[in-house]
């Protein structure tokens, strides 16, 4: 496969373009291979799936277990929880052998007859979610292949904190019990919500208090950036200095997506044989938001006006405090019952952060997109 541009913006490739993240890497393997599940906390966007990935890629995870990461971020209850989980599994064992997509397919028994396979005999998960009856059956006999398969497995639940909202007043409780007794699999429950996470896993009432290993990313230390935007652009006979790869590490807080999203922008707008300078940077920021541009208006567009006079005046502080104070109210004209209202339903739908009281415009380049407007 030939990459036409080294900076990878979404999902995984392989090692060679993986930034970093030894010690993180080498503490994660250990801590799952010496059977200890682990909660995996950090703001989204700074490489907790990327490093999951890479520690799969790594041995013994690569070669000797089950490895799988299912995305819940989306899921409203426990039925589409089941329908992702089940989805993952299928779709990552039917790469495996016959045996072994066989073994995981001869526990569906509640979901038997609605499975279906392609030309080559190779099963898909061809359901919807309404297919799902009886999720807590479904989610039993998906327990039931992962604590008996011929590999021991690790499963990553992604945005684990949205079960935290789930109609199901006992969801903590049924994965809890379910996962005590699934000898032969580990999780990693990631999540980017810390107060959601904190609450779930350290509060003495919940069911998961105590049973996890506790474990945070940090930004890249940037000397490590330095070498690997060097190295890769190096390796494509062009170069960009120490000065700018700090300026884009900087302006993005060592935040790993942004920083790779902006690289990409700087690897395309290099020549073959020319240097990337720092004055290179607020043309590959602006392509980048350029790109986005009909999206965030979109997004902009579906907002009740309320919500988008809160979403601006947060935006326009940068990283907001004490936001119904009279200071913060008088300055963009608002009530406290207005942001009160308008905040419940920023955070609802992933506009804003809240972090310790801090509030922010959750997507950086949106943020500068908006200031534009």
């Given at each position: ?282 043309q590959a920021v602006q392509n980048v938001i350029r ?82 407007q």
């Open positions: 496969m030939t990459i036409s541009n080294p900076f990878i913006t979404h999902g995984y490739l392989s090692p060679h373009y993986f930034c970093d993240r030894e010690k993180e890497t080498e503490e994660l393997i250990r801590l799952v291979t010496n059977g200890n599940h682990v909660s995996l906390i950090s703001p989204r966007r700074l490489g907790k799936t990327g490093l999951i990935h890479h520690c799969y890629e790594q041995k013994p995870l690569k070669d000797d277990y089950y490895t799988f990461i299912v995305d819940i971020y989306a899921t409203k209850n426990l039925q589409e929880f089941v329908f992702e989980l089940g989805k993952c599994v299928l779709g990552t064992l039917k790469s495996r052998s016959r045996k072994v997509w066989e073994g995981f397919l001869n526990k569906l028994n509640s979901l038997r007859s609605t499975i279906t396979f392609d030309i080559n005999g190779i099963p898909e998960w061809g359901l919807g979610i309404g297919d799902i009856k009886t999720p807590t059956a479904t989610l039993d006999e998906i327990f039931d292949y992962l604590g008996q398969a011929d590999k021991p497995c690790v499963v990553a639940i992604d945005e684990f904190q949205v079960i935290a909202s789930y109609p199901e007043d006992n969801m903590e409780a049924i994965l809890r019990t379910r996962i005590q007794k699934c000898r032969n699999t580990i999780f990693i429950f990631s999540g980017s919500q810390r107060h959601l996470m904190t609450e779930i896993f350290v509060t003495p009432s919940r069911p998961f208090y105590q049973s996890t290993m506790m474990m945070t990313l940090e930004p890249i230390d940037i000397a490590r950036y330095i070498d690997f935007a060097q190295q890769l652009f190096k390796e494509y006979d062009k170069q960009i200095t120490a000065e700018a790869v700090t300026a884009v590490y900087h302006r993005y807080e060592g935040v790993t997506w942004y920083i790779q999203s902006i690289f990409n922008a700087l690897f395309s707008l290099t020549d073959t044989g020319a240097i990337c300078e720092e004055d290179m940077m607020e790109q986005q541009s009909f999206a965030y208006s979109s997004l902009l567009y579906q907002l009740p006006a309320k919500q988008k006079e809160v979403l601006i005046a947060i935006c326009k502080e940068g990283k907001a405090r004490n936001i119904t104070s009279k200071p913060f109210l008088q300055h963009y004209r608002l009530t406290a019952s207005t942001v009160q209202g308008a905040v419940k339903g920023l955070l609802e739908k992933d506009f804003i952060t809240n972090e310790l009281g801090v509030y922010a415009v959750y997507d950086q380049f949106f943020a500068q997109w908006l200031l534009q």
